[in-house]
């Protein structure tokens, strides 16, 4: 294991340098089993979070270009020094972006409230939460907002979203 294995796997998870070292040599320097063990470490760390009061955050907007699509979206975590932090801003904007982009209907499948979906219709393309996100369509969104919890040490969750396209109800 070398400085370049670690500072490539830095880069790759956003994980601490002795993290990475840490999962490197449990995956006895295969990069690709370091980055499970990170997940599974994120995944972890999130579940201890998730019941944990999320009262800060920011309400983010994203307008496409041309202006004709819009999105609202609200972000909660738990103090308002994370929610001033680069990286949960850069959470919100792209969770604002996958808003407009998707135009998903449900935040998550409890949303559904007993509604009965038609057949042609998949569940995971209605709801924010478990659609592909558009960065990086291997994860979905709510795997974005575990590694980011992961990282910044606080429960993370989204409140609501409101979508916007010009000359529709």
């Known amino acids: 294991m ?58 983010e907007t994203y307008i496409h270009t041309g202006g004709r699509i819009g999105a609202l979206v609200e972000v909660n975590c738990e103090t308002d020094f994370v929610a001033h932090t680069d990286e949960f801003k850069e959470l919100a904007h792209h969770l604002a972006m996958q808003v407009a982009a998707t135009a998903p209907a449900f935040l998550n499948r409890d949303d559904f409230n007993g509604k009965e979906l038609p057949d042609e219709i998949d569940p995971d393309e209605v709801c924010l939460l478990s659609q592909p996100f558009i960065r990086d369509p291997e994860r979905t969104v709510q795997d974005i907002i575990t590694e980011t919890i992961a990282r910044v040490g606080e429960n993370i969750k989204v409140r609501r979203f409101a979508r916007f396209e010009l000359g529709t109800d």
């Open 2 to 59: 070398t400085t370049q294995t670690i500072k490539e796997l830095r880069e790759k998870t956003g994980a601490g340098i002795m993290t990475c070292k840490r999962a490197l040599e449990e995956a006895k320097g295969d990069i690709d089993g370091a980055v499970e063990i990170l997940k599974r470490q994120g995944l972890a760390k999130a579940e201890k979070k998730a019941h944990r009061e999320a009262r800060q955050g920011l309400v």
